[in-house]
């Protein structure tokens, strides 16, 4: 299971980039609204000294992507590949936010099955961990069709484990879902 893992990746609304070193100051202007974290496990992200770690684990993933809006050329958010796993067959999307701006409008779920479709050249199966406490992840993620197969304490980098529903599409479900 060999693949890039920071491919540019382009749908109707966005344009996913490879995250490099100097857009962390686009990228935290993005994150520092509260409301973005409200529901996530680490609701304390919107401050600069956490999102700095929370953007050094993303760099130093070498699977994270800065998400930039097509129409305005700014950057809205973030995603990432991580945990891949060749036994398994699988990968894992997540660490996704976008800027409050960009919730309800169909950002989120363009570039979910964007991501899907190139996974799914690679993989059987993609899992997300989702915050116990992130209904609005969990309902955004169930409406792509994935299920929840379990929970389990997850260390983001720098920061301290917190509780996290897994949640999985598997390829023969999507393909047959589109």
């Known amino acids: 299971m ?14 996913l980039y490879p995250l490099e070193e100097k857009d962390f100051d686009v990228l935290y202007q ?14 304390d992200r919107w401050k600069k000294e956490v999102f700095e770690k929370f953007f050094e684990g993303a760099v130093k993933s070498k699977g994270a992507f800065k998400i930039v809006d097509k129409e305005t050329g700014d950057v809205i958010g973030s995603t990432r ?26 950002f989120n779920p ?11 050249q690679h993989v059987s199966k993609v899992k997300f961990h ?7 992840s969990q309902i955004a993620i169930s409406r792509l069709g994935a299920e929840k ?16 529903f897994i949640y999985q599409i598997e390829k ?3 393909e047959n879902k589109m």
């Not at 197969?149 to 917190?162: N, Q, T």
Request: a negative charge.
């Open 30 to 43: 993005a994150a520092s609204d509260p409301k973005i974290w409200e529901q996530h496990p680490n609701k």
């Open 172 to 174: 023969v479900n999507w």
């Open 110 to 120: 363009a570039v979910k099955r964007t991501m899907l479709e190139y996974l799914f």
């Open 2 to 15: 060999s693949f890039n893992l920071q491919p540019v990746l382009e749908n109707e609304f966005c344009i």
């Open 81 to 106: 590949f991580y945990d891949p796993d060749p036994e398994d067959e699988s990968i894992f999307i997540g660490y996704t936010f976008y800027a409050v701006s960009h919730w309800g409008n169909g």
């Open 149 to 164: 197969i379990g929970e389990e304490e997850v260390a983001y980098f720098g920061e301290a484990p917190k509780m996290n």
């Open 130 to 136: 989702i915050g116990s406490l992130n209904l609005r």
